[in-house]
C-alpha cells in the first residue's frame, strides 16, 4: 500500500483552501505552549505523517519546508490533529530547541498589554547562531 | 482617547491578509488546551481588546461572530498575542462550556492513527442544547 493510500482518510478530511494550504498550529506535547503557526499542502502532510519529522509549505519560497533543515531545530511529530471543519490541524509535537527565527521558544512572544505591545519572551540563542551570517 | 487610538500599536503589528483577516488561535490559559482556530478582522479585534469577550469574523456569515452568543459559551480574554511576523494571534483565554459546535471542549478531537482518523473527545452537551432545534 502506498503513503498516499495509507494517509488517505486524513488527507480526505482536510479542507484545503483555494490555494491547496491548510494552516498548522504547532504545540509542544507535554507543556501545552503553542510555537507557531504555518501552513501545509498536501505534500507536507503526507510527509509529515510519513516521516514523523514536520514539514511546511513556504508560501514565500513556495516550495517544501523542512523545519529546522537550515536551523537545526526539528520538530518530532506526536499527534496530528483535524478539527472539526477540516480546516485547521493541530500538530502535537516535541520541538528540538526554539520555534522561533528570532531564537525564542516560540514565536508567540509580544503580548498586547496596556494598549501596547510588551515582548514576555527572550531569546534562548541568536538567529546569528540559527542560521549563519543571513538569515534564510 | 478613542478605543483605535489605544489599540493603535497592535493593530499596527498584525498583518492582515488581503481579506482583511488574521487567523487567530484560541487556547484555554490555565490548561493549555487549544480550542479551536478562527478569523479576525480589524473590527474584531478592536472589539476583543475593548470587552475583553472575542469576538471573531464569520467567512460565512461576513459579520462578526461574537463567540457564544448563540450559544452562551463565551471567551474571556486573559491575553492576546501577536506573533514574530504578526500574521497570527495566539488568544489566551477562559472558554465557558465547549468550544466547538458538536459540543466538545475542542474543536481538535480527530487524530491521525494508524492511517485513519479516530475521534479523541466526546462530547460535553448535545448541539441541540446549545443551538436549540437548527445549528445557527
Known amino acids: 500500500m502506498s503513503e498516499h493510500a495509507t494517509h488517505?482518510?486524513?488527507?480526505?478530511?482536510?479542507?484545503?483552501?483555494?490555494?491547496?494550504?491548510?494552516?498548522?498550529?504547532?504545540?509542544?506535547?507535554?507543556?501545552g505552549e503553542v510555537l507557531m503557526?504555518?501552513?501545509?499542502?498536501?505534500d507536507a502532510v503526507i510527509e509529515t505523517l510519513t516521516t514523523?519529522?514536520?514539514c511546511y509549505y513556504s508560501r514565500s519560497r513556495k516550495g517544501l519546508w523542512r523545519k529546522g533543515e537550515?536551523?537545526?531545530?526539528?520538530?518530532?511529530?506526536?499527534?496530528?490533529?483535524?478539527?472539526?471543519?477540516?480546516?485547521?490541524l493541530l500538530l502535537r509535537v516535541h520541538q528540538e530547541g526554539v520555534a522561533c527565527h528570532?531564537?525564542?521558544?516560540?514565536?508567540?512572544?509580544?503580548?498586547?498589554?496596556d494598549?501596547?505591545?510588551?515582548?514576555?519572551a527572550e531569546p534562548?540563542?541568536?538567529?546569528?547562531?540559527?542560521y549563519g551570517h543571513s538569515h534564510g
Open 102 to 113: 528570532t531564537g525564542r521558544r516560540t514565536c508567540f512572544f509580544r503580548a498586547a498589554r
Open 8 to 31: 488517505a482518510a486524513v488527507l480526505d478530511a482536510i479542507r484545503f483552501d483555494a490555494n491547496g494550504l491548510v494552516p498548522a498550529i504547532a504545540q509542544q506535547h507535554d507543556t
Open 70 to 88: 537550515t536551523s537545526g531545530q526539528t520538530q518530532h511529530l506526536h499527534e496530528m490533529l483535524v478539527d472539526c471543519d477540516g480546516d485547521t
Open 52 to 54: 514523523r519529522r514536520v
Open 124 to 130: 534562548l540563542v541568536s538567529p546569528e547562531a540559527l
Open 37 to 42: 503557526m504555518a501552513w501545509m499542502n498536501r
Open 115 to 120: 494598549g501596547g505591545l510588551v515582548e514576555v
